[in-house]
Each structure stands twice: as C-alpha cells, then as structure tokens.
C-alpha cells in the first residue's frame, strides 16, 4: 500500500513539473509545432522518470512484476494530472493554438461538428481522447517500469541478500 501511495505521489509531481513545462512552452512559442525533437525532448525525460520509478522498486522488493505496476500506475497518474494542464492550456490560448499547423485538420473539422463554439469543440475533442491517451500513456509506463526493473533486479536487496 506505501508503494502504491508513493507512485501516486512521484506521478502526481511529474504531472505537475510537466504540466507546468507544457504551459511554459506555450506562453514562450505559442505557434511551436510538436515536431518529433519537441516530443521526444518533451516525453524522453517523461519516460525515464518511469524506468527509473521501476528501476526502485524493483531494487527495493526484488520483484520484478513490482517494476511494470509502479511505471503503469506512475505513468497514469502523471497523465491525469498532465492531461488537466493540457486542457487547462488549451483553453488559455485557444486563440494563438488553433493558428497552430498541426491543428489545422481539427480546424478544418470544426465548421462540420455541429458545435457553435470552437473552444466547447475543442473541449469535447480533448475530453474524449483522454481515455485512450491515459491507457497508452499507462502501456508505456508499464514497458518502461519493466525496462527498468529489469535494470534493478541484480541490484536489488533480495539478490544482494
């Protein structure tokens, strides 16, 4: 139960320093387009924290299914808390975000939505992707909370016992 409330903890600050890296970099460049280097300099950092929140607990029971579970459920809760900030954000510039390039397939959708505000459109479209982006977000964590358990096993206090 400790663990658990520990990788809520650690996810939930992740979720908050990415969440606040996410709003930053909007106030900053606004029109930034998520290229694959912003993603991967925006996610990678995301992912290690994952490993190595696996790595530890793996280290700490000598159980390795103790790796995926913390990286799953750490990965979960920084999206949940990731995923406000978006939406959060989103809302905040929704002026300069919809100018964005690669929103302009949602841009182009929106006169055919049926929806006479952009921003309730944009709302429902965030909403309802959230699931799906959760659970991805919750796969990834789990593969990488299984990397890096795998990396903690041989240091951890059961194998050095």
């Given at each position: 139960?400790?663990?658990?409330?520990?990788?809520?903890?650690?996810?939930?600050?992740?979720?908050?320093?990415?969440?606040?890296?996410?709003?930053?970099?909007?106030?900053?460049?606004?029109?930034?387009?998520?290229?694959?280097?912003?993603?991967?300099?925006?996610?990678?950092?995301?992912?290690?924290?994952?490993?190595?929140?696996?790595?530890?607990?793996?280290?700490?029971?000598?159980?390795?299914?103790?790796?995926?579970?913390?990286?799953?459920?750490?990965?979960?809760?920084?999206?949940?808390?990731?995923?406000?900030?978006?939406?959060?954000?989103?809302?905040?510039?929704?002026?300069?975000?919809?100018?964005?390039?690669?929103?302009?397939?949602?841009?182009?959708?929106?006169?055919?939505?049926?929806?006479?505000?952009?921003?309730?459109?944009?709302?429902?479209?965030?909403?309802?992707?959230?699931?799906?982006?959760?659970?991805?977000?919750t796969a990834i964590?789990?593969?990488?909370?299984?990397?890096?358990?795998?990396?903690?096993?041989?240091?951890?206090?059961?194998?050095?016992?």
């Open positions: 139960m400790r663990r658990n409330t520990q990788a809520v903890a650690i996810g939930g600050a992740l979720g908050l320093v990415f969440g606040a890296w996410n709003i930053i970099a909007a106030e900053l460049a606004p029109l930034a387009d998520d290229t694959p280097a912003a993603l991967l300099a925006f996610y990678g950092p995301m992912f290690i924290a994952w490993a190595a929140a696996g790595f530890i607990a793996v280290r700490k029971t000598g159980r390795l299914r103790d790796g995926p579970r913390t990286g799953a459920l750490v990965a979960f809760v920084t999206f949940v808390v990731l995923t406000a900030f978006v939406i959060a954000r989103v809302n905040l510039v929704l002026d300069l975000t919809s100018q964005r390039p690669d929103w302009q397939n949602l841009m182009a959708r929106y006169p055919t939505s049926g929806f006479r505000s952009l921003r309730t459109y944009v709302n429902y479209i965030y909403f309802t992707g959230a699931p799906f982006k959760l659970l991805v977000a964590g789990g593969l990488f909370g299984f990397a890096g358990g795998c990396a903690g096993l041989p240091a951890s206090r059961a194998a050095v016992s």
